[in-house]
């Protein structure tokens, strides 16, 4: 199989992840700078999202900015907006429990929401990526679900880890959901990150464009791509984050993003790269 294969020409809009795919930690990744300034340059719409709840869209413009590259918060989704529209949307009045860290409780707030942590009141139960998860907070879940019977159980996104850099990871939503599932006997009823289209609907909201014309790009199987699959979407994989070119190998046509890359950069078309004069030493 070849594993490596990029697109021979542009697309209407590009969504990209960026833990992994934009850049790794605190340093873009090789190409990313100039791929987006290439895009934007030829004025086609650039979007970002993130299953990363720990901060909200202000934070990643604030990232991009210092890594050079400027991002209105518009062009920018992670699961703090999408669990609070989603909400706003189908639960207004609820009473929340919140398995989180500060930046989704602080939307929820903001949005008019009640953080509770009785269980005799709260009507759902949100698990998230919480670096302050605790035996408590499981108890609190464990008694609105399982003894009080009136909640149910929703995730911020289905991550079982967050890639760090040098090969090392941090457990994500997915250890807390499990947790929670576990004891309660009961099974999350809404996943509201990547592999859900309600992410990519988020982003592409506003662009005149037709999904099928669009490309996702990502460093995960079983949520950026499995996204773009799921709606129709195009989908480039770069292999600078989670999945390997041996993960690839294993997959079903079904499952083939595609593309795959080594790099972002390639999703500029190879005639483009001769005429821009781009080689790989260059960034």
């Known amino acids: 199989m070849n594993i490596i294969n990029n697109p021979s020409g542009f697309h209407d809009a590009y969504v990209f992840d960026m833990d992994g795919t934009i850049y790794l930690g605190d340093h873009l990744l090789p190409g990313a700078a100039r791929m987006i300034n290439e895009l934007r340059r030829r004025e086609i719409p650039v979007r970002f999202l993130s299953n990363n709840p720990t901060k909200d869209p202000e934070q990643y413009a604030d990232k991009l900015a210092k890594l050079g590259l400027p991002t209105d918060i518009s062009?920018?989704?992670?699961t703090v907006v999408t669990t609070t529209r989603w909400l706003t949307e189908h639960h207004p009045d609820a009473v929340l429990f919140c398995i989180s860290e500060e930046p989704l409780k602080k939307a929820l707030r903001k949005a008019g929401f009640t953080l509770s942590e009785d269980p005799?009141?709260?009507?759902?139960v949100i698990a998230s990526y919480d670096r302050g998860f605790d035996y408590r907070k499981l108890q609190i879940a464990f008694d609105a679900i399982w003894f009080h019977k009136r909640a149910f159980l929703i995730q911020t996104n289905p991550d079982r880890f967050c890639p760090f850099p040098g090969g090392r990871g941090e457990p994500d939503c997915a250890a807390m959901t499990a947790a929670i599932e576990a004891c309660t006997n009961t099974t999350c009823e809404v996943s509201l990150?990547?592999?859900?289209?309600?992410?990519?609907?988020?982003?592409?909201?506003?662009?005149?464009?037709?999904?099928e014309n669009c490309v996702m790009v990502g460093d995960r199987l079983q949520t950026d791509i499995q996204m773009a699959i799921d709606t129709n979407m195009k989908s480039a994989l770069v292999l600078t984050g989670e999945a390997t070119a041996e993960d690839v190998e294993q997959l079903s046509d079904a499952q083939l993003p595609s593309y795959v890359m080594d790099r972002v950069d390639r999703l500029i078309p190879p005639d483009a790269w001769h005429e821009l004069g781009w080689t790989e030493q260059d960034d």
């Open 75 to 78: 062009d920018i989704a992670n």
């Open 120 to 124: 005799e009141k709260i009507d759902i």
């Open 193 to 211: 990150g990547k592999p859900s289209p309600i992410m990519l609907y988020e982003a592409l909201t506003g662009l005149d464009v037709q999904v």
